[in-house]
């Protein structure tokens, strides 16, 4: 099997097969439009406390929902070069594995589908569907693109599709999310939720000593010698840029996870939204 195959079939798999009973979908709880708040009162569900209303007002305040018949569900993938990178499978290819997931438990739930891929510009889209063909082309597409030398441009993502979207939408970003993104303004509009795709490596590099290493997006070498005391420098970077990439999605209401290419996704993902 190629492997557009084997992800296309195991994420078919583990969306229509094994989640079932408690976890009938990683859309959990989905299909529901924010209309107001109100006081907290005995027996209201914790998991719709707005914990920022209830800091200010010192009382508790919940959100209320009122259910919606169809969610528009888009897909958006940011396919800069540092996606092609990867200790045991790219950053890319997970990525595409995330898109399987989400496209199959969409359409699953019966909801419309629509995707787009990014760089510093938009690539390509697709119209909100419900077909299943869909997933294979927008998968297939992912792990065809040649993200090498291309760059990311977070203004052009959250502006076109602000411009675009004019149906409210539960916007899925999936991106490694190494420059921070401004989406305040289209989490007002829309339901945002990012997808972090990581590889541990990356994250927490071994010491190798004097090596030449080539940057996937710029294309430049940097040389040197990534001793102990150096690559703790730049393990403190990453975790420091990562804090401020948290505070950000909390402070703009955007809901985030972490999805690492050695970890199973479909529980990490699952787990995201259990909690809407």
Known sequence: MSKLQKILVRARRQVFSEMVGNNPSIFQGEGYDFIELREYMPGDDIRHIDWNITAKMQKPFIKIF?????????????????VHFGSKKFKQETIAEVNALLGFSTLKNGDLLSSYVFTDEMISNSKP????????????????????NKKVDFKVIADTLYKRLRRKSLILVVGDFFEIPDFKLLARKHEVVSVIVRDHLEENPPQMGFAS??????????????????????????HAHDHKLYETFRKDQVRFTKVYTDSIASVDLRRLFEGR
């Open 213 to 238: 290493l080539l940057d996937p997006e710029s294309g430049a070498t940097l040389e040197g010698d990534f001793n102990k005391a150096s690559v703790s420098e730049y393990s403190k970077k990453v």
């Open 66 to 82: 009122r259910e919606e018949r169809e969610l528009n569900v888009v897909l958006v993938s940011v396919l800069n070069g540092s």
């Open 129 to 148: 569907s419900k077909k299943l063909h869909q997933i294979q082309k927008n998968v297939a597409e992912i792990l065809d693109f040649d993200a090498i």
